[in-house]
């Protein structure tokens, strides 16, 4: 157990006792976060509209376990959607009244820009060209960009120079993709592919040499398939992952902003941690969040 979470232990059990509520053994979260009863907010604002619908529409991974991925249920679990239901409960909105939509990599901005969800909460790089289009809370994590391939690596590769020549899979419309298209274009890179579980048979058949994409979502699929994958080398990029909104809704950014610092501090983001990506990562400490 790290000091912090020895020094945080007796908070998460307050806030536990205070707020959560139990949940039936489903695989799912332990822990429910705060629902906000009734909360005002200044009228014409999002967070107004939404907490007056009493729901929400989110954008999420369906395929990455830890982090976003479909339950029996329907629904996803995960890190990612347990940040949801800390932004929806802030809003009056319980866990059962947000709707899950997927999305993959490529189609986050423009379902964003479309309307077709309020928030992308999906293991989402905060960077500068996204922002040009979609606005970003948080950062809420910080992962970093690595290379899995079969246990044993019979390819040897240990980094991203070693890529050289061999067929990589990513997906398109991720940083990972652009960061080996552009710094690594001696490597072959699969078209075509919307989704990281899409690279996984490929994998498997020798068909790629490698997985490249951030750290937690290798980790989640090392965790779930035994025996068949390892990550290699060490991560080579910074993915601070944010909350993706409208451009230009600076008060539901402000407020989604406020939302994450207070989770921080009442130990809701901890206790989310800990009952999703917690059961095979370590617990790291909070990023800042970066009101731009
Ligand atoms: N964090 C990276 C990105 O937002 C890779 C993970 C993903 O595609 O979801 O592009």
Known sequence: MTSRRSTLAVSVVAAAALTLTACGGDGGSDAEPTVADSPEFEAGTTMAELAEAGTI???TK?????????????DPEGFD???GKIVAGALGIAPEDITWVETVSANREPFLQEGQVDL??????????RKE???????????????????????????????????????DGSTPYQNIAENYPEAELLPGVAAYS????????????????DNVILSGYVDQNPGEFELVGEQFTEE??????????????DFINDTLEESYEDGTWEAAWESTAGSVL?????????RY
């Open 282 to 290: 370590e617990t790291p400490e909070p990023p800042a969040v970066d």
């Open 198 to 213: 899409d690279c996984l048979d490929p994998l498997r058949s020798g068909d790629v040499a490698a997985l490249t994409t």
């Open 57 to 59: 529409t989110i954008g």
């Open 120 to 129: 992308v909460i999906a293991t989402y790089t905060i960077n500068d060209e």
């Open 81 to 83: 959607v347990e940040i």
């Open 133 to 171: 289009v979609v606005d970003f809370a948080g950062p809420y994590y910080e992962a970093g960009q690595q290379i899995m391939v079969v246990e044993g690596n019979p390819e040897g590769i240990e980094g991203p120079e070693d890529l050289a020549g061999k067929v990589v899979c990513t997906t």
């Open 240 to 253: 601070p992952y944010g909350i993706g909104l409208e451009k230009g809704d600076d008060a539901f950014r």
């Open 62 to 74: 369906f395929d990455q376990p830890l982090f976003g991925l479909q339950a029996p249920s329907g």
